[in-house]
């Protein structure tokens, strides 16, 4: 098992702003990483997903500033030619959206084993094991 492991944007949109049954399997998935001495990682991309639409609310904004800016629980990542170069690849060869593609190209450039996600469109190379929130971590 790895100690690295990349959350999706919509884990932790999940994680601030979801549902009360997503909410909590975040919550849980995370913390069962995070407990388990692993370091979570995502992309710069996903502070603008994550505040794309938490701009209507504030607080919810301010949230997500807060955790996505602590090191000590999530390390960002930002993209450069060679990730964008391998997104497109992967997103050809998978059949994925490019905005998916190079979060799963930012977990590979971050050699993370774990790639965490609830999109069931999602797909990694095999060398990156998929967790969804169903898997307990």
């Known amino acids: 098992m790895t100690d690295k492991v990349y959350v999706d944007s919509n884990i932790l949109i999940y994680y601030v ?19 388990k001495g692993r370091r979570l990682f995502s992309s710069e991309l996903t502070l603008g997903e994550c505040l794309r639409g938490a701009w209507r609310d504030k607080d919810v904004a301010a949230t997500f ?37 190079l979060h799963v190209a930012t977990a590979e450039a971050l050699n993370c084993g774990v790639f965490l996600a609830n999109d069931r469109g999602i797909r990694v190379p095999d060398r990156i094991e998929i967790y969804h929130l169903s898997h307990s971590g």
């Open 65 to 101: 500033l807060t955790i996505l800016e602590d090191d000590a629980f999530i390390s960002l990542t930002g993209l450069n030619r060679a990730i964008i170069g391998r997104a497109a690849e992967i997103g050809a060869e998978l059949n994925m959206k490019l905005v998916d593609a």
């Open 17 to 35: 702003d979801g549902t009360t049954d997503l909410k909590a399997a975040a919550q849980r998935s995370l913390k069962s990483h995070v407990d």
